[in-house]
Protein backbone atom coordinates (compact mmCIF):
# COMPACT_ATOMS: atom_id res chain seq x y z
CA UNK A 1 0.00 0.00 0.00
CA UNK A 2 1.30 3.48 -0.87
CA UNK A 3 0.61 6.65 1.47
CA UNK A 4 0.42 10.09 0.22
CA UNK A 5 1.40 12.50 2.64
CA UNK A 6 0.88 16.19 1.47
CA UNK A 7 1.86 14.87 -1.83
CA UNK A 8 5.22 12.54 -0.78
CA UNK A 9 4.20 9.30 -1.33
CA UNK A 10 6.03 6.75 1.16
CA UNK A 11 5.53 2.94 0.87
CA UNK A 12 3.96 1.44 4.57
CA UNK A 13 5.71 -1.30 6.63
CA UNK A 14 2.89 -3.21 6.86
CA UNK A 15 3.55 -3.66 3.05
CA UNK A 16 6.90 -5.49 3.84
CA UNK A 17 6.38 -7.04 7.19
CA UNK A 18 3.64 -7.09 9.90
CA UNK A 19 4.26 -4.80 13.10
CA UNK A 20 4.57 -6.91 16.08
CA UNK A 21 3.79 -5.51 19.91
CA UNK A 22 7.50 -4.86 21.04
CA UNK A 23 6.58 -4.07 24.58
CA UNK A 24 4.58 -7.33 25.35
CA UNK A 25 7.34 -9.70 23.87
CA UNK A 26 9.86 -7.35 25.77
CA UNK A 27 8.02 -8.03 29.25
CA UNK A 28 7.72 -11.49 28.62
CA UNK A 29 11.68 -11.50 27.82
CA UNK A 30 12.56 -9.88 30.36
CA UNK A 31 10.22 -12.26 32.89
CA UNK A 32 11.95 -15.22 31.29
CA UNK A 33 15.67 -14.05 31.47
CA UNK A 34 14.61 -12.86 35.58
CA UNK A 35 13.44 -16.63 35.84
CA UNK A 36 16.78 -17.81 34.23
CA UNK A 37 19.23 -15.51 36.39
CA UNK A 38 17.24 -16.46 39.27
CA UNK A 39 18.09 -20.11 38.69
CA UNK A 40 22.16 -18.55 37.84
CA UNK A 41 22.34 -16.49 41.41
CA UNK A 42 20.87 -19.89 43.30
CA UNK A 43 23.89 -22.39 41.45
CA UNK A 44 26.19 -19.34 42.15
CA UNK A 45 25.23 -19.36 45.85
CA UNK A 46 26.60 -22.72 46.29
CA UNK A 47 30.00 -21.68 45.00
CA UNK A 48 33.05 -20.09 47.78
CA UNK A 49 32.73 -16.22 47.76
CA UNK A 50 36.29 -16.02 49.38
CA UNK A 51 37.44 -12.55 51.24
CA UNK A 52 38.22 -9.49 49.83
CA UNK A 53 41.97 -10.50 49.81
CA UNK A 54 41.14 -13.33 48.04
CA UNK A 55 37.94 -13.49 46.07
CA UNK A 56 36.95 -16.98 45.83
CA UNK A 57 35.44 -19.09 42.51
CA UNK A 58 31.76 -17.31 43.52
CA UNK A 59 32.18 -13.81 43.43
CA UNK A 60 31.90 -13.46 39.48
CA UNK A 61 28.90 -15.36 39.37
CA UNK A 62 27.26 -14.03 42.20
CA UNK A 63 27.71 -10.44 40.87
CA UNK A 64 26.76 -11.53 37.15
CA UNK A 65 23.10 -13.38 38.58
CA UNK A 66 22.73 -9.79 40.48
CA UNK A 67 23.49 -7.72 37.31
CA UNK A 68 21.38 -9.88 35.63
CA UNK A 69 18.31 -10.22 37.59
CA UNK A 70 18.56 -6.05 38.16
CA UNK A 71 18.33 -5.53 33.96
CA UNK A 72 15.46 -8.36 34.00
CA UNK A 73 13.40 -6.15 35.96
CA UNK A 74 14.19 -2.96 34.25
CA UNK A 75 13.50 -4.75 31.08
CA UNK A 76 9.78 -6.13 32.34
CA UNK A 77 9.05 -2.68 33.63
CA UNK A 78 10.43 -1.36 30.08
CA UNK A 79 8.23 -3.63 28.22
CA UNK A 80 4.92 -2.86 30.54
CA UNK A 81 5.09 0.56 29.87
CA UNK A 82 5.65 0.65 26.72
CA UNK A 83 3.10 -2.50 25.80
CA UNK A 84 0.99 -0.70 22.72
CA UNK A 85 4.53 -0.04 20.85
CA UNK A 86 5.03 -1.97 17.41
CA UNK A 87 7.72 -2.62 14.92
CA UNK A 88 8.25 -4.61 12.27
CA UNK A 89 10.49 -7.72 12.41
CA UNK A 90 14.20 -7.25 10.81
CA UNK A 91 14.81 -8.25 7.11
CA UNK A 92 17.22 -8.46 4.62
CA UNK A 93 20.64 -7.85 6.07
CA UNK A 94 19.86 -7.18 9.19
CA UNK A 95 17.81 -10.39 9.47
CA UNK A 96 20.72 -12.10 8.31
CA UNK A 97 23.00 -10.34 11.02
CA UNK A 98 20.36 -11.27 13.74
CA UNK A 99 20.52 -14.64 12.99
CA UNK A 100 24.10 -15.14 12.69
CA UNK A 101 24.60 -13.57 15.98
CA UNK A 102 21.99 -16.07 16.93
CA UNK A 103 23.69 -19.16 15.74
CA UNK A 104 27.40 -18.26 17.08
CA UNK A 105 25.60 -17.73 20.77
CA UNK A 106 24.08 -21.08 20.38
CA UNK A 107 27.44 -22.67 19.23
CA UNK A 108 29.17 -21.09 21.69
CA UNK A 109 26.77 -22.97 24.41
CA UNK A 110 27.85 -26.25 22.49
CA UNK A 111 31.23 -26.06 22.61
CA UNK A 112 31.51 -24.35 25.44
CA UNK A 113 31.87 -27.70 27.69
CA UNK A 114 34.21 -29.16 24.88
CA UNK A 115 36.36 -26.43 24.33
CA UNK A 116 36.44 -24.75 27.30
CA UNK A 117 36.57 -20.86 28.04
CA UNK A 118 40.25 -20.37 26.81
CA UNK A 119 39.61 -21.50 23.17
CA UNK A 120 35.47 -20.64 23.37
CA UNK A 121 35.58 -17.24 24.14
CA UNK A 122 38.31 -16.26 21.85
CA UNK A 123 36.55 -18.13 18.70
CA UNK A 124 33.48 -16.63 19.56
CA UNK A 125 34.17 -13.00 19.98
CA UNK A 126 36.72 -13.15 16.99
CA UNK A 127 33.14 -14.29 15.01
CA UNK A 128 31.39 -11.53 16.38
CA UNK A 129 33.40 -8.98 15.40
CA UNK A 130 33.69 -10.89 11.96
CA UNK A 131 30.06 -10.26 11.95
CA UNK A 132 30.37 -6.60 12.84
CA UNK A 133 33.82 -5.38 11.02
CA UNK A 134 32.51 -6.00 7.54
CA UNK A 135 35.43 -7.66 5.43
CA UNK A 136 38.55 -6.68 8.27
CA UNK A 137 39.13 -10.20 9.00
CA UNK A 138 42.71 -9.55 10.53
CA UNK A 139 40.89 -7.54 13.07
CA UNK A 140 38.36 -9.78 13.94
CA UNK A 141 41.27 -12.36 14.70
CA UNK A 142 42.72 -9.23 16.92
CA UNK A 143 39.91 -9.14 19.29
CA UNK A 144 39.27 -12.97 19.62
CA UNK A 145 43.11 -12.97 20.58
CA UNK A 146 43.16 -9.81 22.74
CA UNK A 147 39.59 -11.43 24.14
CA UNK A 148 41.74 -14.75 24.99
CA UNK A 149 44.38 -13.09 26.95
CA UNK A 150 42.08 -10.80 28.55
CA UNK A 151 40.30 -13.90 30.27
CA UNK A 152 43.35 -15.48 30.96
CA UNK A 153 44.50 -12.86 32.66
CA UNK A 154 41.35 -11.63 34.60
CA UNK A 155 40.89 -15.30 35.50
CA UNK A 156 44.11 -16.73 36.48
CA UNK A 157 46.16 -13.92 37.26
CA UNK A 158 43.58 -11.13 39.27
CA UNK A 159 41.16 -13.87 40.47
CA UNK A 160 43.23 -16.74 40.73
CA UNK A 161 40.66 -19.03 39.69
CA UNK A 162 40.97 -21.60 36.94
CA UNK A 163 38.07 -21.68 34.26
CA UNK A 164 36.76 -25.45 33.05
CA UNK A 165 39.31 -25.96 30.22
CA UNK A 166 37.17 -28.40 28.62
CA UNK A 167 38.53 -31.90 26.78
CA UNK A 168 42.01 -29.74 25.92
Given at each position: ?13 A ?26 L ?19 P ?28 P ?38 A ?39
Amino acid sequence: MTVTNGGVTEDTAAEHTTPINVGRWRAYAGGFCFLLFAGYLLEATTLPTGSASSPGAGLFPLVVGIGGLLVAVVVVIEGLRSRDETETLPKGRELRHVLMFVGTLVLLALVLPVLGLYIAAPLYAGSIAALLTAGKRWRAALIGAVVGLAISALFIEVLEVQLPRGIF
